[in-house]
């Protein structure tokens, strides 16, 4: 059945839109699953029909053939939508849910996740820590940047926005938090930034500037930017969102 | 904080420097100062600038930041420790992500135009409207 389509890698530095599978609650064999994830069952997963899909910085390492990523792999990992369906082992998630989709792949059940670390969930990747939708080395998961994908473990994963209509009236926002705002937010906590902080941050791209968007919403005091790309950096100079508006 | 990650170039030079980015930042962040990176490093880069970067392995002055008692914080973000009071933020208008970062609405079949603008370095970031859902 070919009800989808998808952004699919296709070698360096090419790209399509093809006819791909309707995702099922089980990850079928496919261009990089390891073995042991062939067939795995997902029905504490659901079927999401797809809201927003964002690109992200880090797609562009495999597009530009600067990875092992495999020819025919679907990509997206930034996955915001509207649950369809849920599988039996699902309690809680109900349909018509409009999600966030955290891009950890991770099962809430390992000492990994019981700790908060879910990028390091050791039960979704048979051959290192951690797993994400449509990334290389990441454990075969199909990846959103499609009309459906599936979801596994929605019950933990899951971030259900409060209110329909004011989640699709703010997703251009919302769509930020399956990856690169938390990604910002937690370059700038982990550096320790806080009330008063002075921050340099080197790169202006999406992530730069979301780093310099949490460095502000932290209470730092100067936030810096550098980019070799002036278009970049001009971008830097007019995001620079005071938290006073 | 190092937002670029392995395909860095160095400053006034040409070419692929790959530890350019974490030399700087150790560079200039005063001493007992973190780093944080959430640029992305690999265990194998096909088209890395050497052998040892096919690897993974940079020429890191890893002295300058224990010399200056630098904290470095690495690897995947756990995105679900900050999803939902991030989500909270926005909804209460303290948080203007959208706007922080130039987000650009696109359709499914426009996803290979966005990958190629990005990669020329488009000062945008691409969000995929597979179903025409949102009003832009």
């Known amino acids: 059945m070919t009800n989808n389509r998808a952004v699919v890698y296709k070698g360096a530095g090419h790209v399509e839109v093809q006819d791909t599978p309707y995702p099922e609650l089980v990850l079928r064999d496919g261009p990089g699953v390891p073995k042991s994830n062939v067939d795995r069952k997902c029905e504490h997963g659901v079927i999401l029909k797809v809201i927003t899909t964002n690109i992200c910085g880090s797609d562009q ?24 369906e849920v599988g039996r082992d699902v309690e809680f998630i109900k349909k018509g849910d409009v999600v966030s989709v955290p891009f950890n792949i991770a099962c809430g059940r390992c000492v990994m996740c019981q700790t908060q670390k879910t990028h390091i969930c050791t039960n979704v990747n048979p051959e290192r820590p951690g797993a994400a939708y449509g990334y290389v080395d990441m454990g075969g998961w199909v990846g959103g940047q499609s009309e459906y994908v599936m979801v596994p473990y929605a019950d933990f994963q899951l971030l259900v926005f409060p209110d329909r209509d004011l989640a699709l009236e703010k997703i251009m926002d919302l769509t930020m938090l399956t990856d690169i705002f938390p990604t910002g937010f937690h370059g700038a906590y982990t550096a320790g930034v806080k009330m008063g902080s002075t921050v340099y941050i080197a790169g202006a791209g999406p992530v730069g500037l979301a780093a310099a968007h949490s460095a502000q919403l932290l209470g730092a005091s100067a936030v810096i930017v550098g980019d070799l790309n002036a278009e970049r950096l001009q971008q830097a100079r007019v995001s620079d969102v005071k938290q006073s508006t | 904080m190092d937002a670029v990650g392995f395909e860095a170039s160095g400053h006034g030079e040409s070419g692929e420097q790959p530890a350019a980015v974490l030399n700087a930042i150790m560079d200039v962040t005063q001493a007992g100062g973190g780093l944080g990176i959430p640029g992305l490093y690999v265990t194998d880069d096909p088209g890395g600038v050497d052998e040892d970067a096919k690897t993974g392995s940079l020429k890191v002055r890893f002295g300058l930041g224990w010399a200056k008692a630098h904290t470095f914080a690495t690897g995947q973000t756990p995105a679900m420790q900050y999803n939902r009071n991030l989500m909270k933020s926005i909804l209460s208008g303290k948080a203007q992500i959208a706007k922080a970062v130039n987000a650009q609405l696109i359709t499914l079949d426009e996803a290979p135009k966005g990958y190629e603008d990005f990669d020329k370095g488009a000062a945008k970031k691409f969000v995929i409207d597979p179903h025409g859902m949102v009003n832009s």
Not at chain 1, 69 to 79: K, R, T, Y
């Open chain 1, 61 to 84: 390492h495999m597009v530009r053939g600067r990875t092992t990523a495999p020819e025919g792999l679907v990509l997206g990992h930034e996955i915001t939508g509207e649950v369809i």
